[in-house]
């Protein structure tokens, strides 16, 4: 990866210029996204889910791109869910899932052989299938049979009319159905209304961090300066954000080709914290004197980035760890960013959170001279593997 253009960050028009895949766009219509799957399930009438029983347990099925509306599901249903919820990024499906079951398959084209493998399974059990997918693909076969839900993506990012686009940048178009409804079974809580006002923060967020803003009040691109030429660490201060700190670090590493791992408080602090003492922290200051012809150029240094719920929704034994956390890596001399969510529901919070990142990764890749949207590693790993 070449040196950061910190001039390309500032510059608006330059920005969507290299942006040949649109990624920047794609992001900015997250808010449509919402609005646009809400009118879609509304069609597909999700909302008939609330008057059939609740299941004996939800099973997820999602590849790639995708699994992060498991991560999302997970966070907002949170450790108090009535009923387990399990993930499955492929065969085979659980073998106690039968007809008092629910599974949820995820697929943009509607084609990943996992969810259609899961979904058919499942559909030949006896269980409910709900299906977000193109239309006219197999998994969207699954989910119009009788008794189950189909739900076709929004139409801005729909894969199976040619856009190119991928499910990293329509998440919302797919976690948006799923929401709605596990709402309505009482899995959680993402009402309408709710996901409405997501479809707002949304709209907000993209605001805050389009590419013209001066890159000073960006706060996306602020944190792309910030965890440049930085071996990220991204850390979650609880249940609800650790969605947005997995989603950051894989769109760090998919998105601007960084390698990124991401954890979550309390479970995850001892991990954290142990590797400030490792090779790829600073064991101290800067030198300020040293002379990169003479003592060679200094290597990536970790860089702490806090994923922050709103402090209100913050227990306080929580924030002491947070705190203890950031401490730590001062002393240590590892740099920290901090990600805060402003205040509103936790859907609101979570999908602020997820925005703010997915900008930042995609300003690192075009200040970095990486193509957001396109991995040619990625692509050869695929024609290998058929």
């Known amino acids: 990866m070449t040196a950061l253009d910190e001039s390309l960050l500032a510059d608006g028009d330059g920005l969507t210029a290299v942006d040949e895949g649109g990624v920047l766009r794609a992001l900015a219509s997250a808010g449509a996204q919402v609005r646009e799957a809400l009118d879609l399930s509304a069609e597909a009438r999700v909302a008939r889910l609330a008057d059939e029983e609740r299941p004996r347990a939800v099973v997820i099925a999602a590849l790639a791109g995708s699994s992060v509306v ?14 387990p919820v399990v993930v499955r990024h492929g065969g085979p499906l659980p073998s106690w899932v039968g007809p008092l079951d629910l599974v949820v398959a995820v697929s943009l084209s509607g084609r990943a052989p996992g969810p259609v493998a899961l979904a058919v399974e499942a559909a030949r ?52 159905p799923v929401l709605l409804a596990c709402d309505a079974m009482g899995l959680l ?41 930085a071996v990220p660490v991204v850390l979650a201060d609880g249940d609800l954000m650790a969605a947005a700190a997995r989603r950051a670090a ?35 200051a800067d030198d ?66 997820i925005a703010r990142a997915d900008f930042a990764a995609a300003y690192l890749a075009l200040a970095s001279g990486v193509d957001p949207a396109r991995s040619p590693q990625v692509a050869d790993l695929k024609d290998r593997l058929g």
Do not use: I, Y
């Not at 599901?73 to 009923?83: E, H, S, Y």
């Not at 001062?330 to 936790?346: C, H, I, K, Q, Y």
């Open 250 to 284: 894989g769109m760090l590493a998919r998105t601007a080709r960084v390698p990124a791992v991401s954890g979550a408080l309390p479970d995850d602090a001892s991990e954290v914290v142990a590797t400030f003492g490792g090779p790829f922290a600073a064991a101290g």
């Open 288 to 353: 300020v004197f040293a002379d990169p012809f003479l003592d060679g150029p200094t290597g990536p240094r970790l860089r702490l980035l806090v994923v922050r719920d709103h402090p209100a929704a913050v227990a306080d034994v929580d924030r002491r760890l947070t705190e203890a956390v950031v401490t730590t890596a001062t002393d240590a001399g590892v740099r920290v960013s901090e990600l805060v969510a402003d205040e509103g529901s936790p859907a609101q919070r979570l999908a602020q959170a």
């Open 189 to 229: 809580s993402a009402p309408a209304a709710d996901l409405a006002a997501v479809a707002d923060r949304l709209d907000a967020e993209a605001e805050a961090c389009r590419p013209w803003s001066e890159t000073f009040v960006n706060p996306a691109k602020v944190l792309a300066l910030e965890v440049a030429g």
């Open 70 to 83: 498991a991560d999302v599901v997970q966070a907002l249903a949170g450790r108090a869910c009535p009923v």
């Open 125 to 176: 059990r006896g269980a409910r299938v709900v299906a977000v997918a193109g239309d006219g693909s197999p998994l969207a076969d699954v989910g119009s049979r009788g008794g189950n839900v189909h739900v076709r993506p929004a139409r801005g990012v729909r894969a199976d009319g040619g856009d190119p686009r991928s499910s990293r940048v329509a998440l919302w178009s797919l976690a948006t």
